[in-house]
């Protein structure tokens, strides 16, 4: 056995398998979620027992040897979409969202930065776990620790054995499974979409579509371009200037563009303002200007998904709310005991009537927030958003200020210094 897959099952038998039973010590959906996460890393392993054996394939034979790996990768996302009303979503939404980081093997020359990227996507999310459970049940905290833990030691690995890129054989055998003159399979069709724009998780999904689309043919993403011999340039042939038509191109490849112009229409989605719960879910509301939470309680929280065009009213005294994936949206609220967020959405309108102490902008193109007299003392935090106004009450009308986006960092000799840069011009 080579080397590199001995030192990949060290990383199996400890972060993942101390993952594994941590999750099981939660149970519920994060237990069944952490089965098909490491039926994943399973898929890996095959997949680097077959490389560790055989020369580097063609391009266009990647897309057969990755998709039993992809395939897991995409039930990992379909499970989570399928229990977004669990309460323990953002432990789900931690693995879906860095999943994506077993792409690696298709990824030169640096796939430990790459999976370092789809780490800090995970952050975001176990973050949120941390501040629900980090005074309550320390179980979640050490499950946390667990998870992260894997993408570090991945990261090492990757580092010490595959620095430019997965390390085949070059002196192995021909790649097994693929027949000679076989046309690669093509790419499955993404799945309906949800999120970001508001960007969120649409954005997130269609992201994670493209990556699943893109490893299941391998590093062939140029390979769809012609070359253009000289005779067939105009500027090299004059004559091709005064020739109608179009310049023949050589004949189809037996793979369709996973773009197809024939792909299905998305379904609708069925509309959603019900309590489940502690949990008041509003989803899929498409030009409802009249939405309104009358009964919110000081124990509830607000999860607001894709929702479009529309405007929804909270009345009382509510823990949180989310934003997540909207566009077009007005939100007024009353008193929020904890944090307002946004996250992956668009053009998002929210009003303060009475105080919330936190208000959260991440991932958010066009966000306008309407304080009131009470909430002036309220903190903004922004990240990776654009379009940020905050607009403070002035007698009867409302005077706005801009979020800064662009700043300037410096070094004072010991440390790191950043301030809002000024606008020149």
Same mark, same amino acid.
């Given at each position: 056995?080579?080397?590199?897959?001995?030192?990949?099952?060290?990383?199996?038998?400890?972060?993942?398998?101390?993952?594994?039973?941590?999750?099981? $010590?939660? =149970?519920?959906?994060?237990?069944?979620?952490?089965?098909?996460? /490491?039926?994943?890393?399973?898929?890996?392993?095959?997949?680097?027992?077959?490389?560790? #054996?055989?020369?580097?394939?063609?391009?266009?034979?990647?897309?057969? &040897?990755?998709?039993?790996?992809?395939?897991?990768?995409?039930?990992?996302?379909?499970?989570?979409? #399928?229990?977004?009303?669990?309460?323990?979503?953002?432990?789900?939404?931690?693995?879906?969202?860095?999943?994506?980081?077993?792409?690696?093997?298709?990824?030169?020359?640096?796939?430990? *930065?790459?999976?370092?990227?789809?780490?800090?996507?995970?952050?975001?999310?176990?973050?949120?776990?941390?501040?629900?459970?980090?005074?309550?049940?320390?179980?979640?905290?050490?499950?946390?620790?667990?998870?992260?833990?894997?993408?570090?030691?991945?990261?090492?690995?990757?580092?010490?054995?595959?620095?430019?890129?997965?390390?085949?054989?070059?002196?192995?055998?021909?790649?097994?499974?693929?027949?000679?003159?076989?046309?690669?399979?093509?790419?499955?069709?993404?799945?309906?979409?949800?999120?970001?724009?508001?960007?969120?998780?649409?954005?997130?999904?269609?992201?994670?579509?493209?990556?699943?689309?893109? &490893?299941?043919?391998?590093?062939? $993403?140029?390979?769809?371009?012609?070359?253009?011999?000289?005779?067939?340039?105009?500027?090299?042939?004059?004559?091709?200037?005064?020739?109608?038509?179009?310049?023949?191109?050589?004949?189809?490849?037996?793979?369709?563009?996973?773009?197809?112009?024939?792909?299905?229409?998305?379904? *609708?989605?069925?509309?959603?303002?019900?309590?489940?719960? #502690?949990?008041?879910?509003?989803?899929?509301?498409?030009?409802?200007?009249? &939405?309104?939470?009358?009964?919110?309680?000081?124990?509830?929280?607000?999860?607001?998904?894709?929702?479009?065009?529309?405007?929804? /009213?909270?009345?009382?005294?509510?823990?949180?709310?989310?934003?997540?994936?909207?566009? /077009?949206?007005?939100?007024?609220?009353?008193?929020?005991?904890? $944090?307002?967020?946004?996250?992956?959405?668009?053009?998002?309108?929210?009003?303060?009537?009475?105080?919330?102490?936190?208000?959260?902008?991440?991932?958010?193109?066009?966000?306008?927030?309407?304080?009131?007299?009470?909430?002036?003392?309220?903190?903004?935090?922004?990240?990776?958003?654009?379009?940020?106004? $905050?607009?403070?009450?002035?007698?009867?009308?409302?005077?706005?200020?801009?979020?800064?986006?662009?700043?300037?960092?410096?070094?004072? =000799?010991?440390?790191?210094?950043?301030?809002?840069?000024?606008?020149?011009?």
């Amino acid at each position: 056995m080579a080397p590199y897959v001995e030192a990949f099952d060290m990383v199996l038998m400890g972060a993942v398998a101390d993952y594994m039973k941590h999750s099981n $010590i939660i =149970g519920e959906d994060v237990a069944q979620h952490a089965e098909v996460f /490491k039926a994943a890393f399973d898929a890996q392993r095959t997949f680097l027992m077959m490389a560790c #054996k055989h020369q580097q394939p063609l391009e266009n034979e990647m897309g057969v &040897l990755l998709k039993p790996m992809s395939d897991k990768m995409q039930a990992i996302q379909d499970f989570r979409e #399928k229990n977004r009303g669990s309460k323990l979503f953002n432990h789900l939404s931690a693995v879906s969202e860095s999943v994506a980081a077993l792409g690696w093997v298709a990824v030169t020359p640096k796939p430990g *930065p790459f999976v370092k990227e789809m780490n800090d996507a995970a952050t975001f999310y176990t973050n949120r776990v941390l501040k629900e459970f980090k005074e309550s049940d320390r179980r979640h905290v050490e499950w946390v620790k667990s998870f992260l833990r894997i993408w570090t030691e991945l990261q090492a690995y990757i580092k010490e054995y595959h620095t430019t890129g997965l390390s085949w054989n070059k002196s192995g055998l021909i790649t097994p499974g693929i027949s000679p003159g076989a046309c690669p399979l093509a790419p499955p069709p993404p799945p309906p979409g949800p999120p970001p724009i508001l960007q969120s998780e649409t954005a997130k999904d269609e992201s994670r579509s493209q990556l699943f689309a893109q &490893l299941n043919q391998g590093e062939g $993403i140029t390979r769809g371009l012609r070359h253009v011999a000289d005779d067939q340039k105009t500027h090299k042939n004059p004559n091709l200037r005064w020739q109608s038509g179009q310049v023949n191109s050589p004949s189809k490849t037996c793979a369709e563009s996973p773009t197809s112009p024939m792909s299905p229409p998305q379904q *609708p989605r069925t509309p959603l303002l019900e309590l489940e719960g #502690k949990k008041w879910r509003v989803e899929y509301q498409e030009n409802e200007r009249s &939405l309104v939470i009358s009964e919110a309680e000081l124990k509830h929280v607000a999860y607001v998904y894709k929702c479009n065009n529309s405007v929804i /009213k909270i009345q009382g005294k509510i823990n949180s709310i989310t934003i997540d994936s909207c566009k /077009k949206l007005g939100l007024v609220f009353e008193n929020v005991v904890g $944090i307002v967020e946004i996250i992956n959405s668009r053009n998002v309108e929210v009003q303060v009537l009475c105080k919330v102490p936190t208000i959260s902008i991440n991932k958010t193109e066009g966000c306008h927030i309407y304080l009131s007299e009470e909430s002036l003392g309220c903190e903004i935090i922004s990240a990776k958003s654009s379009e940020m106004n $905050i607009l403070i009450p002035r007698g009867e009308d409302y005077k706005e200020y801009p979020v800064p986006e662009q700043f300037k960092t410096t070094w004072d =000799g010991t440390k790191l210094c950043t301030e809002a840069a000024e606008n020149v011009g």
